[in-house]
C-alpha cells in the first residue's frame, strides 16, 4: 500500500522568511514524488516532480529514501505563494497519484 | 488549444435525481482519473481508466459509476443523487503511467445535492 502525509494542515510565514511544507511517504518500492499547488480559483497544477530536480518558482524539493520524505523548500516565501500544496506519490506502473492531505500555506506581508 | 474540460462548473440538485458530470480532454491521452475532493480538501481517487473499455474503482468507494467510450471523454454518473455525495470532482488525464508524467486537472465540478 502507498501512503502519503502531510502533517501540517495550515502553515503560517512571513514575506521573506523560509518555508519548509513537509512531506513523509510510505511505499516499499521506487516512487515517484510531486508536488501539486492549487491557488485561489484556480486548478490544481503541478509544482514540481523529483524525476526533474527542478526548481520551480524558487521552489526545490529532494527525494530522501533513507527517510522517505519529500519535502518542500523556498528560501524567501512570497504572498503570491500562498495556495494549498499536495504531495502526491505515483507507486505502481498505473498512472495514479496518492495524495497527501494537503498543507495550506499563508504567507504574510 | 489542448486541455481539459469539466462541466458544469456547479451544480445544485435534489435528492434523488440522476446526474452526470462532463469531462473530455484534447490532449489524446488515454489514462484518466476522477477524484473526489472533500470539504477538508484531501483528494481521493474514486475511479479510473487506461483507456476505452477500461475502468477500474479507486481507492475510495464510491457509488458513482464511469464509462470510456472515446479516449477524449469519461463522464462520471449518479444513478440517485443523496446529500452524502456533495463534493467537489476533479477529472485529470495524463499521457504515460511512469516517468515523471503528470496529472493534468480540469476545473473541478462543484455538486451540492439538497
Known amino acids: 500500500a502507498q501512503r502519503v502525509t502531510q502533517p501540517e494542515k495550515l502553515l503560517s510565514v512571513f514575506k521573506g522568511a523560509p518555508v519548509e511544507l513537509k512531506c513523509n511517504y510510505s511505499?516499499?518500492?521506487?516512487?515517484?514524488l510531486f508536488w501539486y499547488v492549487q491557488y485561489s480559483r484556480q486548478r490544481l497544477q503541478l509544482l514540481l516532480r523529483?524525476?526533474s530536480r527542478e526548481s520551480i518558482k524558487g521552489f526545490t524539493a529532494d527525494l530522501n529514501k533513507g527517510e522517505t520524505s519529500f519535502h518542500l523548500k523556498k528560501p524567501f516565501a512570497q504572498e503570491e505563494d500562498s495556495a494549498m500544496y499536495y504531495c502526491a506519490l505515483r507507486g505502481t506502473s498505473y498512472g495514479k497519484l496518492t495524495f497527501g492531505q494537503g498543507t495550506i500555506l499563508t504567507v504574510h506581508p | 488549444e489542448a486541455d481539459i474540460y469539466q462541466t458544469p462548473r456547479y451544480l445544485v440538485i435534489g435528492t434523488g435525481k440522476k446526474i452526470t458530470l462532463e469531462c473530455s480532454q484534447t490532449m489524446g491521452h488515454d489514462k484518466m482519473y476522477w477524484y473526489q475532493q472533500d470539504p477538508g480538501m484531501e483528494l481521493h481517487l474514486i475511479h479510473y481508466s487506461y483507456g476505452v473499455n477500461s475502468t477500474e474503482k479507486g481507492d475510495l468507494s464510491s457509488e458513482s459509476t464511469v464509462s470510456r467510450i472515446r479516449t477524449e471523454h469519461f463522464p462520471l454518473t449518479l444513478e440517485s443523487a443523496r446529500p452524502s455525495h456533495t463534493s467537489q470532482y476533479l477529472c485529470?488525464?495524463?499521457?504515460?503511467?511512469?516517468?515523471?508524467?503528470?496529472?493534468?486537472f480540469g476545473n473541478g465540478t462543484r455538486l451540492t445535492v439538497t
Open positions: 523529483h524525476i
Open positions: 485529470a488525464s495524463s499521457e504515460y503511467p511512469r516517468d515523471g508524467s503528470p496529472l493534468h
Open positions: 511505499y516499499s518500492g521506487s516512487p515517484e
